[in-house]
């Protein structure tokens, strides 16, 4: 079936930058939403940014300003640019898509960003 795979995790300094990507590959369909999520130790998985097929995006508001989601549908790929990194922002970093036509969510295996002196 679907499989994600997520890259670009890592180790960075407070204020630096990373590039997440998670390639989609099975029947991903054209409609659809991809999104990033992360949970940090002992808290719940939250949102941090989606995009839909047609490049509507929303951001949690903490990363607003800092975070930028974008998708190439060509490769079924979805990134997401994080500059100006906090230590807040240290968690497991997991991108989902969500297919319309079936209801249907995939999730990644996720990857680590820790943002530490």
């Known amino acids: 079936q679907v499989q994600l795979v997520e890259s670009g995790g890592g180790l960075v300094q407070p204020g630096g930058s990373l590039r997440l990507s998670c390639a989609a590959s099975?029947?991903?369909?054209?409609?659809?939403?991809m999104g990033w999520y992360r949970q940090a130790p002992g808290k719940q998985r939250e949102l941090v940014a989606q995009?839909?097929?047609?490049?509507?995006?929303n951001y949690r508001d903490s990363v607003k300003g800092r975070f930028t989601i974008s998708r190439d549908n060509a490769k079924n790929t979805v990134y997401l640019q994080m500059n100006s990194l906090k230590p807040e922002d240290t968690a497991v970093y997991y991108c989902?898509?969500?297919?319309?036509?079936?209801?249907?969510?995939?999730w990644g295996q996720g990857t680590q960003v820790t943002v530490s002196s």
């Open positions: 099975g029947s991903i369909f054209s409609l659809n939403v």
């Open positions: 995009i839909t097929s047609g490049g509507s995006t």
């Open positions: 989902k898509v969500q297919v319309l036509i079936s209801a249907t969510d995939y």
